[in-house]
């Protein structure tokens, strides 16, 4: 769809530059010096840790990870939804330039390629003779179902462009032959295991207390001062502070077997999340709830207890690995080595969020160490579109009842349910953590409005920033996304088919509008 608020004159041709799609070895090192590779990445998670600051749980195990390692305080994905971020990481590309912003798109008749050049982290590694799987960290199914069917009992990917099955040798590390090092992908649900609705959630805490012998007060949790303290939203919020425990423990296990197994030592250990919390102004939002996420760094050559404080970005685990491999980091990928002698510390981050499901939404950020700017491209819109995944779950639908009968605060009036939405936002967001203050009207910071809006400008045009899709890509998507949810059952007892289709309808009369 066409953006009709500000017209970019995006490049014809911006050029990855591609020096080299052979990765060269260290002639000093054989596969079987170099480390392994482990990446933890948890769904749905903000960085409520207890060493990240949150105090009405106890996570010893990424605790330990950050006492071992490097913990990184100001660490931002690149796109806010699962799977635009890992599009991202999988690649170390901003997902804007490889054109696979849009979540859960090329899946339909119309397919999404990879630039000519680039390639997934995965076949780096397998190239360099690295063994390489995706899972639970646990424990393998059978090789011979996964040889049945290729892909069978991989973790999630969730990739937005064409791949083949065939990067990962496996879905775990045992197969792997003599002194062979493995890249592993350890997939976690995070904060998915506590469901949508309040029935999922007293579920997920039952389950709490049956593991560890009591869940989460709700009235102990702290909302952020834009949700009311409805039962609903605290028995939510405390559900998904249990989730965190269970995703500790799980990560626990994980390090533990590494340590039994003797080859702790010998793995470089990434964690992270891909988004914030799945909220009304997190998951799929450029704010801080969204985009903030825990980023820890353990193994080989890595200082142990240190805290660094500049900005990364996400995609930056792609690099990193890389390097602590002892692999050249290709030359068009856009993560960098962060603990390379050579890094430049980063002087801003970016990020992007596009269409979501069937709603469509156009949204730009700058991040720099003083402030936040965010630019709407579509601010006729609400913050709230209507939208068939978030409007399933129990607090959405609590907040839309309070606001229909006049209940909730100027505050969260304002910021979630106001029907259009500035055009640019500007925060101070180290000091107003939860983006309350939009700066964007003070004389007082015109200069640096001026210079976050142009640099933003600057980054879209060098990135080759993809912007809104096609009225085509759009319709091949939700043929393919609609059948997919009844084929899921989805919808047969919710009457949730009408509703995607009604906010299908929706999008296409705004877009006609110019909206």
Not at 6 to 26: C, H, M, R, T
Not at 71 to 100: D, K
Not at 170 to 192: C, I
Request: proline residues 5%; negative net charge.
């Amino acid at each position: 769809m066409k953006n009709q608020i500000l017209k970019i004159n995006w490049p014809q041709a911006i050029s990855v530059a591609v020096l080299s799609l052979i990765v060269s070895l260290p002639t000093a090192a054989s596969a079987s010096d170099r480390p392994n590779i482990l990446w933890i990445v948890v769904d749905d998670m903000s960085a409520n840790f207890s060493c990240y600051g949150e105090d009405l749980i106890q996570t010893p195990a990424v605790d330990q990870l950050a006492a071992e390692g490097v913990r990184f305080t100001n660490a931002f994905v690149t796109a806010p939804v699962c799977s635009p971020c890992r599009s991202a990481f999988i690649t170390g590309m901003y997902q804007t330039s490889i054109g696979a912003h849009h979540h859960r798109s090329g899946r339909g008749e119309l397919r999404i390629h990879l630039p000519e050049g680039i390639e997934v982290v995965p076949a780096i590694f397998q190239r360099a003779g690295y063994y390489t799987c995706i899972g639970n960290g646990l424990k393998a199914n059978k090789p011979a179902s996964r040889k049945k069917k290729p892909g069978a009992g991989l973790g999630k990917t969730d990739y937005n462009f064409e791949w083949d099955t065939s990067v990962y040798d496996d879905n775990d590390w045992e197969g792997r032959g003599a002194d062979q090092p493995f890249f592993m992908q350890v997939q976690l649900a995070g904060g998915k295991l506590r469901g949508g609705t309040s029935t999922a959630a007293a579920s997920l805490q039952q389950k709490a207390e049956e593991e560890f012998g009591g869940c989460i007060d709700s009235e102990s949790v702290t909302l952020p001062p834009y949700y009311p303290r409805d039962p609903v939203l605290l028995q939510d919020w405390a559900a998904y502070l249990d989730t965190v425990r269970f995703t500790d423990q799980h990560v626990g296990k994980v390090i533990q077997r590494l340590r039994d197994e003797g080859i702790l030592d010998q793995t470089l250990i990434i964690f992270m999340t891909d988004h914030g919390i799945s909220h009304a102004r997190g998951k799929q939002f450029l704010y801080n709830e969204g985009t903030h996420v825990p980023f820890i760094v353990r193994g080989p050559g890595i200082p142990a207890g240190r805290v660094r404080d500049d900005l990364i970005e996400h995609i930056d685990m792609a690099a990193i690995s890389l390097g602590a491999a002892g692999l050249d980091v290709p030359a068009w990928m856009q993560g960098q080595d962060v603990f390379s002698t050579e890094y430049q510390t980063r002087t801003a981050v970016f990020a992007a969020r596009d269409r979501c499901d069937e709603t469509v939404d156009y949204i730009r950020s700058v991040r720099t160490n003083d402030y936040l700017y965010i630019r709407n491209f579509l601010p006729q819109r609400p913050h709230l579109q209507p939208n068939a995944y978030k409007d399933g779950k129990s607090i959405i639908q609590t907040l839309r009842r309070l606001h229909s009968n006049g209940e909730l605060s100027e505050l969260s009036e304002r910021l979630l349910f106001s029907e259009e939405r500035p055009v640019e936002e500007l925060y101070a967001w180290k000091q107003d953590r939860w983006n309350l203050i939009n700066l964007a009207g003070s004389p007082m910071h015109a200069d640096a409005l001026k210079n976050l809006r142009e640099r933003l400008e600057q980054w879209q045009m060098d990135t080759n920033d993809h912007g809104p899709e096609s009225m085509a890509m759009y319709d091949s998507d939700m043929s393919v996304y609609t059948t997919a949810r009844v084929a899921k059952g989805l919808n047969q007892n919710s009457n949730e088919e009408d509703i995607t289709l009604k906010n299908i309808r929706l999008m296409k009369k705004w877009a006609s509008e110019g909206k």
